[in-house]
């Protein structure tokens, strides 16, 4: 199993062009500002606004492989062509999740499953060899009583993948382990909802869990679906309660306040997207549609745009990304704190310093390489996790699972 994986970063400064012609809303900044696809299509005036891009039900597994050992993955494929073409940035969501599964999934025994669920890992590598963040497990946090977020129960999946020994999520890390032999350079990222209010304890929990266990996840994915009644306060004590418990990057994966109030949907754009947008663990944000009647919520009342006119949540959003370019030293996807050239594969015996994310000075190493320097850093007394490693004016972002 891969222990370090050195190259999921950009330098500051640099920039995720849109359409031809227009700039997204986040141009430039520290961090990306996404969005989905819209009635299972890439608008065409999806560059205008965003830098990145989800399919939102066209790479889940259900969507893929109705029928078992046929694989259409056009609409998945659309989407991340877009990112391809046009610059941005490319989610792969999800592997593993107990909804929009086959439905012929839920008559294999757990040998079944678990060849079901390897085919299924692999059919997606062999299309998208070079993913760079995938949703590698959704929706699995514990509800009591043998439940969990999603309907996980319905199938072998938990048992096929190891099962839940007292809570212990072995499936999870499971997941992600197979996650990384097929991707070693990817962002893997666990993806949950609620996990600002009702299961947050329990969101971190898992995370926590599997961390310990070894899976190599990288980032914890906040769906932020359920803050259109939250207080101000108790949204940022949140925020910042889940970072200091996993200590880990955060990512907002499917962001949206669904209603038809426009004041209040514009007041909680202005009270979350900044706190969010200048949290320096957050390395980007995508928005779970922006087309009014054509989202998930009640009516779509989520979307941005209604009848071809900016809402005023919309409105503010323009005028706050104009101005405002955001913090972000995770060391993914334009990282300011590091502005110097990448290291070099190998630059022969030298000195490396190894910093925190919050750039206190850890420890120091002397090494003949980079495969020297990964061997020494393993066999130290740091934790797993991220670290910015600087050596001869260049600097990298390093996350060590052990």
Same mark, same amino acid.
């Given at each position: 199993?891969?222990?370090?994986?050195?190259?999921?970063?950009?330098?500051?400064?640099?920039?995720?062009?849109?359409?031809?012609?227009?700039?997204?809303?986040?141009?430039?900044?520290?961090?990306?500002?996404?969005?989905?696809?819209?009635?299972?299509?890439?608008?065409?005036?999806?560059? =205008?606004?965003?830098?990145?891009?989800?399919?939102?039900?066209?790479?889940?597994?259900?969507?893929?492989?109705?029928?078992?050992?046929?694989?259409?993955?056009?609409?998945?494929?659309?989407?991340?062509?877009?990112?391809?073409?046009?610059?941005?940035?490319?989610?792969?969501?999800?592997?593993?999740?107990?909804?929009?599964?086959?439905?012929?999934?839920?008559?294999?025994?757990?040998?079944?499953?678990? =060849?079901?669920?390897?085919?299924?890992?692999?059919?997606?590598?062999?299309?998208?060899?070079?993913?760079?963040?995938?949703?590698?497990?959704?929706?699995?946090?514990?509800?009591?009583?043998?439940?969990?977020?999603?309907?996980?129960?319905?199938?072998?999946?938990?048992?096929?993948?190891?099962?839940?020994?007292?809570?212990?999520?072995?499936?999870?890390?499971?997941?992600?382990?197979?996650?990384?032999?097929?991707?070693?350079?990817?962002?893997?990222?666990?993806?949950?909802?609620?996990?600002?209010?009702?299961?947050?304890?329990?969101?971190?929990?898992?995370?926590?869990?599997?961390?310990?266990?070894?899976?190599?996840?990288?980032?914890?994915?906040?769906?932020?679906?359920?803050?259109?009644?939250?207080?101000?306060?108790?949204?940022?004590?949140?925020?910042?309660?889940?970072?200091?418990?996993?200590?880990?990057?955060?990512?907002?994966?499917?962001?949206?306040?669904?209603?038809?109030?426009?004041?209040?949907?514009?007041?909680?754009?202005?009270?979350?997207?900044?706190?969010?947008?200048?949290?320096?663990?957050?390395?980007?944000?995508?928005?779970?549609?922006?087309?009014?009647?054509?989202?998930? =919520?009640?009516?779509?009342?989520?979307?941005?745009?209604?009848?071809?006119?900016?809402?005023?949540?919309? =409105?503010?959003?323009?005028?706050?990304?104009?101005?405002?370019?955001?913090?972000?030293?995770?060391?993914?996807?334009?990282?300011?704190?590091?502005?110097?050239?990448?290291?070099?594969?190998?630059?022969?015996?030298?000195?490396?310093?190894?910093?925190?994310?919050?750039?206190?000075?850890?420890?120091?190493?002397?090494?003949?390489?980079?495969?020297?320097?990964?061997?020494?850093?393993?066999?130290?007394?740091?934790?797993?996790?991220?670290?910015?490693?600087?050596?001869?004016?260049?600097?990298?972002?390093?996350?060590?699972?052990?």
């Amino acid at each position: 199993m891969r222990t370090i994986h050195l190259s999921f970063f950009l330098l500051s400064g640099a920039l995720l062009s849109g359409t031809a012609g227009a700039a997204p809303l986040a141009n430039g900044a520290s961090k990306f500002l996404g969005n989905i696809t819209t009635n299972g299509a890439v608008r065409s005036d999806f560059g =205008t606004y965003w830098n990145q891009i989800t399919a939102e039900n066209e790479c889940k597994w259900g969507s893929i492989e109705g029928r078992e050992g046929t694989y259409n993955f056009t609409g998945c494929k659309n989407a991340y062509n877009w990112a391809k073409n046009n610059g941005g940035r490319f989610k792969f969501h999800a592997l593993v999740w107990g909804g929009q599964y086959p439905s012929w999934l839920e008559s294999k025994d757990q040998a079944g499953t678990l =060849t079901a669920i390897t085919k299924w890992f692999d059919a997606v590598k062999r299309e998208f060899p070079d993913l760079e963040q995938i949703d590698v497990v959704n929706e699995a946090i514990r509800t009591g009583n043998n439940q969990y977020h999603s309907n996980y129960p319905k199938t072998k999946i938990i048992q096929a993948l190891g099962g839940d020994n007292n809570g212990d999520y072995k499936f999870v890390t499971t997941a992600f382990k197979m996650a990384r032999e097929r991707w070693p350079k990817a962002i893997l990222i666990y993806n949950d909802y609620n996990t600002f209010r009702w299961q947050i304890n329990e969101g971190i929990d898992l995370v926590k869990r599997i961390k310990a266990a070894g899976a190599p996840v990288d980032a914890y994915g906040q769906q932020a679906h359920d803050l259109t009644d939250m207080n101000v306060n108790d949204f940022k004590a949140a925020l910042k309660k889940i970072h200091d418990a996993v200590q880990m990057p955060l990512v907002i994966t499917e962001y949206d306040i669904g209603t038809d109030n426009d004041a209040l949907q514009k007041q909680r754009y202005e009270e979350q997207i900044p706190e969010f947008w200048n949290a320096e663990y957050v390395y980007g944000i995508t928005l779970w549609g922006y087309i009014y009647g054509s989202t998930w =919520t009640t009516n779509g009342n989520s979307g941005l745009i209604k009848n071809n006119v900016d809402r005023p949540a919309m =409105t503010w959003l323009k005028q706050y990304m104009a101005s405002n370019k955001g913090k972000n030293t995770t060391g993914i996807f334009g990282v300011s704190s590091l502005s110097e050239p990448k290291l070099a594969v190998s630059e022969g015996p030298q000195d490396f310093e190894v910093f925190n994310l919050k750039g206190t000075r850890l420890s120091s190493f002397h090494a003949n390489d980079l495969s020297d320097l990964r061997s020494q850093m393993r066999s130290s007394s740091l934790n797993s996790g991220l670290y910015v490693v600087k050596g001869k004016g260049a600097s990298e972002l390093v996350n060590i699972n052990k």
